[in-house]
């Protein structure tokens, strides 16, 4: 149980360019998700907290404009990194909790920016 | 501000070769400390949460522990499949569900 996914698990784009980011919870709803970024062999940083039905909260220094998250249904939160570049490029994982605890993580998503 | 340290930044064990990985936490009103396993270009696979001093979780050949300044991730006759980097998390304060990561423990197991 407490099964995560994300999609695609890696993609590459043309700087300027808009990128999609979907993750999942596959057997249970989670009202909150969560949307953080590692950069290689550095821990994980939390960017923003989504809540289905309302706005991401963001961490200080993330632009939200940048990043736009949409916590659609309590299945699936998006993280949509909007004009590429190649500063953006790193590993976005997002995680959901099926209580206020425990948080579970998808695979990751391996976004390079050319 | 919430703080996670975790020593040491990489460890290479034979074997069969038991130890400890040490996770130190200063924060304001604990939730809860968690212990994840990432392997390379995936996302990191839950292991324990403790909640209160003195609680103890296992999981294999794993084990881990908590004080009011820190937590232990017991390692016993560990297997080259145990490589991985382990991460420790916090969740601090009444309402709050973010996790507070350290830069993990990288252990290597030698056949």
């Known amino acids: 149980g407490a099964v995560v996914s994300q999609h695609p698990s890696w993609v590459i784009c043309k700087s300027g360019t808009s990128v999609k980011i979907e993750c999942r919870s596959l057997?249970?709803?989670?009202?909150?998700m969560f949307w953080y970024r590692q950069f290689p062999k550095q821990s994980l940083m939390l960017m923003a907290t989504?809540?289905?039905?309302?706005?991401?909260?963001?961490e200080q220094g993330v632009e939200k404009d940048k990043f736009l998250i949409n916590h659609a249904s309590l299945t699936l939160s998006t993280l949509t990194v909007t004009s590429a570049h190649p500063e953006d490029s790193s590993f976005y994982i997002c995680?959901?909790?099926?209580?206020?605890?425990?948080?579970?993580f998808g695979p990751g998503t391996r976004l390079t920016v050319t | 501000e919430d703080q996670v340290t975790q020593s040491p930044e990489a460890l290479r064990l034979q074997e069969g070769e038991s130890s400890s990985l040490n996770c130190s936490y200063t924060?304001?009103?604990?939730?809860?400390l968690f212990w994840y396993r990432q392997d390379p270009g995936k996302g990191p696979e839950f292991l324990f949460t403790?909640?209160?001093a003195g609680e103890e979780k296992e999981k294999e050949r794993l084990k881990a522990t908590l004080t009011k300044k820190e937590s232990f991730l017991h390692i016993t006759a560990p297997k080259p499949e145990d490589s991985a980097t382990y991460l420790c998390?916090?969740?601090?304060?009444?309402?709050?569900?973010?996790?507070?990561f350290g830069k993990g423990t990288k252990l290597t197991v030698n056949p």
């Open positions: 995680s959901a909790s099926p209580s206020d605890y425990e948080q579970y």
């Open positions: 989504s809540n289905e039905g309302s706005k991401a909260t963001y």
């Open positions: 998390a916090v969740q601090a304060g009444e309402w709050s569900e973010k996790l507070v």
């Open positions: 924060v304001s009103g604990l939730r809860g």
């Open positions: 403790l909640y209160s």
């Open positions: 057997d249970f709803q989670a009202t909150t």
